[in-house]
């Protein structure tokens, strides 16, 4: 493996329906903006073509799933083996009977909502909030306003490393708080959401409460990666950053955002090295101020520079 890259060329690779790119950018793909390329980008046709390609695939070679890359900070050296992207093949979202809905994993947030919303099935509309897939919410546990994905998951379809298609039930996951255990490599395809009977009017009423209370207390617009620290048992991580002076610290192109002091932001041109470096600086000040020690809940992945050793997950 050397510098932490594997020599992965395309003849090496089993052949595919989809698309496979090498070297592809990641930055326009992920929300911070920032970031380096992905070795393999590959783009299936339907899950039977990611199922085959992963069977084939050398078992060293890492496989990580992208979503919208609303909650990843992709390092500056990028991500060594395949990145999965789910095109529009998997952005469907169909009605399965008067209270679920079958959503693809790359459906986003807004079209599982507005879907729910059209088919009078309440409870969902959380989901109108969150920059992500079906996939990122299901890995994520992706949550707002009181509610979770575990609150709403009946079960959902995955294709493991090894290729393999499972469909698992909500109990696989062990999910807590913004964590599940879903297996390395992992990519859900696709999942059931279950909700209760609703009036679509009281639907949108409630979606758009959502989206103004979002758009009243966070920076929509920036490049940011969402919540940066998951909350500690009895603790506000925003008002844990704020105590510790870091509202507006910059480093770099990196700053804590002013609106949300859990939003780290991307002013321009940050590279992912000033942002995860902030954020560190944060959790050191954080420590010093309150004794408490904030956890990382946006996901890092990749490389910090290609003569970098491989790093992927919840590391430092
Ligand atoms: C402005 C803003 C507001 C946000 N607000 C919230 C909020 O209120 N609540 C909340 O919970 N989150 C919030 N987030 C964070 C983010 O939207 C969620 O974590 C979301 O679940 C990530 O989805 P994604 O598809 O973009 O995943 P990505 O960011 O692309 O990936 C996140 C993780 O999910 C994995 N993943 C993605 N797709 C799949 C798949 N198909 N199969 C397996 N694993 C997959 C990735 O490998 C990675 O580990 C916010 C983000 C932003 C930018």
């Known amino acids: 493996m050397g510098n932490g890259r594997l020599t992965l060329i395309a003849a090496a690779l089993p052949p595919v329906r989809g698309t496979l790119k090498a070297d592809a950018p990641l930055a326009p793909l992920v ?6 390329a992905a070795q393999w980008l590959f783009e299936p046709k339907d899950a039977q073509d990611l199922s085959d390609f992963l069977a084939r695939l050398d078992p060293d070679v890492p496989v990580m799933a992208l979503g919208l890359g609303s909650n990843l900070i992709v390092r500056d050296g990028g991500v060594p083996g395949v990145v999965v992207r789910l095109g529009k093949p998997f952005a469907r979202v169909e009605q399965v009977d008067a209270t679920a809905l079958r959503c693809g994993g790359g459906a986003s947030g807004i079209l599982v909502s507005s879907t729910a919303r059209d088919a009078g099935i309440a409870g969902l509309e959380f989901l109108r909030s969150i920059p992500g897939t079906v996939g990122g919410f299901v890995r994520m546990n992706g949550g707002a306003y009181g509610r979770e994905t575990c609150d709403i998951l009946v079960e959902f379809d995955v294709v493991l490393r090894s290729g393999e298609q499972v469909t698992l039930s909500l109990d696989a996951l062990d999910y807590t708080y913004r964590h599940s255990s879903l297996p390395q490599g992992a990519v859900v ?8 009977p609703g009036d679509p009017a009281a639907i949108q009423a409630e979606m758009d409460r959502i989206a103004s209370a979002r758009e009243e207390s966070q920076p929509l617009r920036s490049k940011t990666g969402g919540s940066t620290f998951k ?5 506000k991580a925003w008002a844990l950053v704020d105590d510790a002076g870091c509202r507006g610290l ?15 932001l991307n002013t321009g041109d940050a590279t992912s090295a000033d942002i995860e470096a902030l954020g560190e600086e944060v959790r050191r000040r954080v420590k010093a ?14 490389i910090k520079s290609p003569l970098e050793p491989l790093s992927q997950g919840k590391d430092t």
């Open 31 to 36: 929300w911070f903006k920032a970031g380096g």
């Open 231 to 235: 909350n500690p048992a009895g603790h």
């Open 289 to 302: 101020k309150s004794g408490v020690e904030l956890e990382w809940e946006i996901q890092r992945v990749g």
């Open 250 to 264: 910059q480093l770099g192109g990196a700053q804590v955002s002013e609106k949300h002091t859990n939003f780290l």
């Open 189 to 196: 395809v696709s999942a059931i959401f279950r909700g209760v």
